[in-house]
């Protein structure tokens, strides 16, 4: 079964800075995705970013980037130039390749804060 | 697009009785997902559905548990003799079945049973 770990429970960021949100994911699957989901306080999950693990090249989304090093099972989510309305529970989550597999499992999650 | 959208948002009841929550997917998708969500951790999954059919159950969905979605749009979970353990929030999720498929979440529906 495939596993999603996140050891940090929280982290802390001033605004401006930049903050890397770690993950670790163990799988015996070759094919798959890697997503960061965002929650913010009583407010619903949105996707933030998603990786493919045939790519090489890391995905970015505007201020979000990922370092995935596929070798290492790793898939860390990297904040530029962080603003308050960053603070929020941040998701990793795993999904097989195969499109008959396509339950997502997720990590226990990370706080955010952004102090001004 | 509206997006996926749930209803109630908050159900408060007591142990032992029935609630049922339901989901509208977006409009195209053709996969419905459901988590439960406790407070700290992050969603697990429950159920899926793709189109009208009921594809895998986690061993999480006890048989007090029951989801449908006929027609293949909005879908329904019901919970029976609810347990003060069944209190979480409860996600819903819809995709569209394909390599880039990305689920989308509802605002979930948070249930506290007393």
């Known amino acids: 079964a495939q596993t999603v770990t996140q050891s940090q429970p929280e982290m802390s960021v001033q605004e401006a800075e930049t903050v890397t949100l770690s993950c670790t994911y163990d799988t015996s699957e070759s094919d798959y995705y890697l997503f960061w989901y965002k929650q913010p306080p009583s407010r619903q999950m949105i996707l933030v970013i998603r990786?493919?693990?045939?790519?090489?090249q890391n995905a970015t989304e505007n201020r979000f980037s990922v370092n995935f090093q596929k070798a290492a099972k790793s898939f860390s989510l990297k904040i530029s130039d962080s603003q308050l309305g960053d603070a929020a529970m941040y998701f990793c989550?795993?999904?097989?390749?195969?499109?008959?597999?396509?339950?997502?499992?997720f990590g226990k999650g990370i706080t955010l804060s952004v102090r001004p | 697009d509206t997006g996926v959208s749930q209803d109630p948002r908050h159900k408060i009841t007591k142990r032992g009785q029935n609630v049922t929550f339901r989901c509208d997917p977006i409009?195209?998708?053709?996969?419905l997902y459901w988590y439960r969500q406790t407070l700290g951790q992050g969603p697990e999954f429950l159920t899926y559905f793709q189109n009208e059919a009921q594809l895998e159950k986690s061993r999480l969905l006890s048989d007090r548990f029951s989801a449908e979605r006929p027609k293949g749009s909005f879908s329904t979970l019901e919970i029976q003799r609810t347990e003060q353990g069944d209190s979480a929030m409860y996600l819903c999720?819809?995709?569209?079945?394909?390599?880039?498929?990305?689920?989308?979440f509802g605002p979930g529906t948070r249930l506290l049973v007393l």
């Open positions: 409009s195209e998708h053709n996969r």
């Open positions: 999720a819809s995709s569209f079945r394909g390599v880039q498929e990305t689920q989308y």
């Open positions: 990786q493919e693990a045939y790519k090489q």
């Open positions: 989550a795993y999904r097989g390749g195969l499109t008959a597999n396509s339950k997502l499992t």
